[in-house]
């Protein structure tokens, strides 16, 4: 069973995942593949050089992620530019990760930009994780040590709290405790699995 994940920034997604990886979930992280496609030595990283020069490199010739996200952030081309290197590498090692999951699992595909890429509808369900924008900009002042005005950009450049709402078939609202996640998430997971077995069965 394929299961979509996503989440506005600083919502509480990774959390989310790290539950239900512990639940048993196969979690296939977006942002991981990502970063390994373009790993030191790939080809996927050869094609962002070529595409954007050798300024994007460090010292030791890994990519400069900060710098990268500077060059993108603002630039809708450039962005388009990196996604269209990028992400067709990350749908073929998702495609081989799914490939090596087992039958009857719950696959679970973390996708912070899941209502952005217009893939939603590609999942048997979508899970959205949800908070309210002052709380994440706390979390995010807070934890990651932004100025309010950076987390506020970053939500306003990402899909909005509705638009995300819209797509779910289980709405996981982080407002509250640690515990109180934990526990819906578990809610969430028997009615995937149950789900999953209903499929088997049918």
């Known amino acids: 069973m394929r299961v979509g994940l996503?989440?506005?920034i600083a919502s509480g997604k990774s959390t989310v995942s790290s539950i239900l990886r512990e639940l048993g979930a196969v979690v296939i992280d977006a942002d991981q593949l990502a970063r390994e496609v373009v790993a030191k030595g790939t080809p996927g990283l050869a094609a962002v050089v070529e595409a954007f020069g050798p300024d994007v490199l460090t010292a030791d010739g890994e990519l400069d992620r900060p710098r990268m996200g500077a060059?993108?952030?603002n630039d809708e081309t450039l962005r388009r530019m990196l996604e269209a290197i990028v992400h067709p590498l990350v749908f073929e090692r998702y495609a081989e990760l799914e490939a090596s999951a087992p039958t009857d699992g719950i696959v679970v595909h973390d996708i912070p930009l899941l209502v952005e890429s217009g893939r939603a509808g590609e999942f048997d369900a979508v899970?959205?994780?949800?908070a309210p924008e002052e709380l994440q900009v706390e979390r995010m002042v807070r934890d990651r040590g932004w100025?309010?005005?950076d987390g506020r950009a970053r939500?306003?450049?990402q899909a909005t709290r509705d638009q995300r709402r819209q797509v779910a078939t289980y709405l996981i609202e982080n407002t509250g405790t640690r515990e109180d996640l934990r526990a819906r998430v578990h809610e969430v997971y028997d009615e995937l699995v149950q789900q999953a077995l209903a499929r088997q069965s049918g």
Do not use: S
């Open 155 to 157: 939500i306003a450049a």
């Open 127 to 130: 899970i959205v994780v949800d």
């Open 147 to 149: 100025t309010e005005e």
């Open 6 to 8: 996503t989440g506005g």
């Open 71 to 73: 060059l993108v952030f």
